[in-house]
């Protein structure tokens, strides 16, 4: 497990910030996001570069230096899943940066309206 810790609870989750990211057993690549202080609030997680190679959203500057990353293999990025029977979407639009070294996070909303909140996943993946 790996603490991760939001300078700005994420959106529709405040006040929790503290946060236990945990890989999920024979899945590479996929992780659960679960509160510290109400652990029954979880999200599942997709590290976007080993599974999303063509996405690549910008950090901005002044959100880099907020989680004190100076160089892109500092940076973790998640994509958060929602998993149903009609099959999984990941959320383009907010996804999670996580500063590998100090577990420092921001969940961002892009303003770009090429980001989909709910992007199959198959369709993706076999992109």
Known sequence: MSAVAFVTPPPGL?????????????AAGL????????PEI???TLDAERHLPGYSPELPDDRAAELGIEAAEQALLLVVVTPSQQGSTVNLLAPIVVNRETGAA???VLDDDAFPVRAELAALAGA
Not at 31 to 38: D, F, G, H, I, M
């Open 31 to 38: 992780y659960t996001l679960a509160s510290v202080e109400r």
């Open 106 to 108: 921001v969940q961002l």
């Open 14 to 26: 405040e006040p929790l910030a503290a946060f236990e990211l945990s890989a999920v057993d024979g």
């Open 42 to 44: 979880r999200l599942y």
